[in-house]
């Protein structure tokens, strides 16, 4: 079996998740391949989100359920995690952030890792993300020149005393990591550093503009909406009409259009969208009309989880459509919100 080590950081929306899986995705690569990807709650702010960097010596194409690293950002940071944990899962965060049964029934490891003490060392506890990535890198061995460099991009547009605050930041955390002589097998690799680092929403972009699109309709919808606006800032550079619809019902029967008149048309939408769309997909089968929907995944038809990610519209996306339309016509594009 391949070799990986999942990193899982868990805490809520407006926390710097994205931030720091950024950084560290930016620095393992230059000796590592890498997976990401989130959970996301439905909500703008709170609850409990999750991102997983999973990295190997090898290329890693998917999701891994037993976490190595947890990190826990705040008191209820580990909901929903307990069935993820096993003997061999090292879990850090403040003590306050875990009750001691959950280490105790699972045989994991709980690590004390006060984030805001080292903030606050380094002159603010907004430095905790940075902490954070510092005290993954130290654990991970990476290059402290790479996460260096890293930082100071992210901050160019800020003065000199948030740059070098951060970077304090970092080294403590680092430090930290560092001396716990953590050995985690995965070997380097220098394939690595040649291997370009993409999202989901890029990819799916990339392959549309390979495939030759030159008309997109869509309504925006989290998380297809991405797509949306990637192929907008190409459009010029490849001829793309780019249409943002009053509703996912006109968007559909938009493209439909397209491609009746010749175009090759792509409408990007999620769950309760597509939902919306199956008289279009009708539309499209009876005729005999080609049409491409990309489907980013959350639940649908239902508007009340609306940016929860998970693949219950899987049956949805493939008997979508009314009537018998032959089902070797409908091919309908699944993607799961990642990056890899």
Not at 126 to 132: E, G, I, Q, R
Not at 315 to 327: C, D, K, Q, V, W
Request: aromatic letters at 8%; one cysteine or more.
């Amino acid at each position: 079996m391949l070799k990986s080590l999942t990193i899982v950081l868990s805490g809520q929306a407006g926390q710097g998740l994205a931030t720091i899986e950024t950084l560290v995705g930016k620095a393992v690569k230059k000796d590592y391949l890498f997976f990401s990807t989130k959970e996301v709650m439905s909500r703008v702010r709170g609850g409990n989100n999750t991102v997983e960097i999973r990295i190997a010596s090898e290329q890693v194409y998917a999701y891994k359920h037993t976490i190595d690293l947890l990190f826990l950002l705040n008191d209820h940071a580990f909901y929903r995690l307990d069935d993820r944990i096993d003997g061999n899962t090292l879990i850090f965060g403040e003590p306050s952030f875990i009750d001691d049964n959950v280490v105790e029934k699972t045989g994991s490891t709980f690590i004390p890792l006060d984030l805001t003490e080292l903030a606050s060392s380094a002159g603010s506890v907004l430095y905790s993300n940075t902490v954070l990535f510092g005290f993954i890198s130290g654990l991970l061995g990476l290059d402290t020149d790479v996460c260096h460099g890293l930082i100071e991009e992210r901050f160019k547009n800020k003065n000199e005393k948030i740059i070098s605050g951060n970077l304090d930041a970092f080294n403590n955390g680092f430090d930290l990591g560092k001396s716990r002589n953590y050995e985690h097998g995965i070997r380097k690799t220098e394939t690595a550093s040649d291997s370009k680092t993409i999202s989901g929403t890029e990819a799916i972009g990339i392959g549309a503009i390979g495939g030759g699109v030159n008309f997109v309709a869509a309504y925006p919808m989290s998380p297809s909406t991405g797509v949306l606006q990637f192929l907008a800032e190409k459009g010029e550079a490849f001829d793309i009409i780019v249409e943002q619809a009053e509703d996912e019902i006109a968007a559909i029967n938009m493209v439909v259009g397209a491609w009746y008149a010749g175009a090759r048309g792509l409408v990007t939408t999620s769950g309760g969208g597509l939902a919306l769309m199956e008289e279009g997909i009708s539309l499209s089968g009876i005729t005999e009309t080609p049409c491409v929907v990309h489907i980013a995944q959350r639940p649908g038809p239902g508007t009340g989880l609306p940016t929860r990610t998970e693949q219950a519209d899987l049956n949805l996306a493939i008997y979508a459509g009314h009537g018998e339309f032959p089902e070797s016509y409908w091919h309908p594009v699944l993607w799961r919100m990642v990056s890899c």
